[in-house]
Structures are given as structure tokens and as C-alpha cells.
């Protein structure tokens, strides 16, 4: 069935580093990937999106890279902030109106 | 511009009953997609309306309905509560041209 997964459900990195937060999809057929950020107590919020005709994207220290041929995507942010500490869900969009969600990563940011 | 906004916020139900939770979009936005969040099941997709029609829906049982109004405002009911009902309802908008969309803060349902 449709499924969007994700690696890893929790990420803790240290103030100032770089966070990776990796994601798998099944759907080949997808046309956009999409990141997604939560805090507490707030629905998802846009981040960044990518064509599934593209490898990569960049945004505001955030960085999407896209990886077809092993249906692997990632987030990346530089210099992660503490404001950063969040939900990351990427997610998936093949047209239809209908958006598929990955599980989620969690992502804590020490001082 | 006023965000998505939804009402109650919070709700506590009992089993065997039934609840209607509402979603006002962002001013101009045509679409409404609903979304239940739970923590064994994250994000999953409900249902798409655009311009009063259901466009999509997910795998949810037939007690989970939902309709929108002229006005784009859209409701979902829940009917015939059970346990494994209780999770955040998320709500979003868009134009209906795509996958953009804007979530509400959702609704807290509880089911006792």
C-alpha cells in the first residue's frame, strides 16, 4: 500500500550542528516531496517541497535531497538551532488532492 | 490574513456518541483536507473537499463523514465514538490547485 516511512524515530544533536533526518517512500508515481515541521501544540508547518524531477533543493539553511533510484529522501539543516526542537514529517504528493504522511522524526537540540 | 482556525479545540466525547468538529480556511482558500493524527499512526489522510465536493478520501471507516459549505467552511462528524477515535484532527487549506496547504492548530478529541 501507500507508505511513507522514516529511519529514525528520534534525532538529538548538539547546538550548532548539522541535522540530517532521512525518510523512505514507496511511491515511485509521487510528483512533489514535501517536509513538514511540528511543535507542540501547532499543526504542520511548510518547510521546503522538491519535484520528483529534481535531486535537490535549498532553502533558508534547510536542504532537500532526493535519491530516485533508492526512494530516499532527507532534510537537511545547518547550524540547527533550539528552535528548531520538533517534529519532522516529509510527505508525499501523486496528485489526487491527497497528501501521504511518513511517521515522523523527532528532532531535540541540546544547548 | 487569519490562518485556519478550529473549533473546539479540545473535546471530550464518550463511546457511542457522536461529534462535529469545524474548520474555517484561510480567506480565499477553496479547499479543506482533514487529517487524524494519532501517535501509532501519525499523519493520515481523511478526506479532500474543494468548492463542496469531496475531491479524495483515505481509508477511514463510513462513520467518519465530512461536508463543506459555500462559504468553503467545512465540517467533519464523527459518529457511533470508539476508543481508538481519540486523536488530534488536523485541518488545512489551499487554493485546490495542488498540494500547498495550511494547518490549523487542530482538535484534541478524547474518547472515554
Redesign the interface.
Known sequence: GESVGLHLPTLSVQEGDNSIINCAYSNSAS??F?WYKQES??????II?IRSNMDKRQGQRVTVLLNKTVKHLSLQIAATQPGDSAVY?C?E?TG?????????TRLFVKA | KAG?TQTPRYLIKTRGQQVTLSCSPISGHR?V?W?QQTPGQ????LF?Y?SETQ??K?NFPGRFSGRQFSNSRSEMNVSTLELGDSALY?C?SGS?S?????????TRLTVT
Open positions: 510528483d512533489y514535501i501544540g501547532k499543526g504542520p508547518q511548510f517541497d514529517f510527505a504528493y489526487g488532492f491527497k497528501t501521504i504522511f511518513g511517521a515522523g | 485556519v479547499s483536507s487529517y501519525g499523519l493520515q489522510f479532500e474543494f475531491r479524495n483515505g488536523l488545512a485546490g495542488g498540494y500547498e496547504q495550511y494547518f490549523g492548530p487542530g
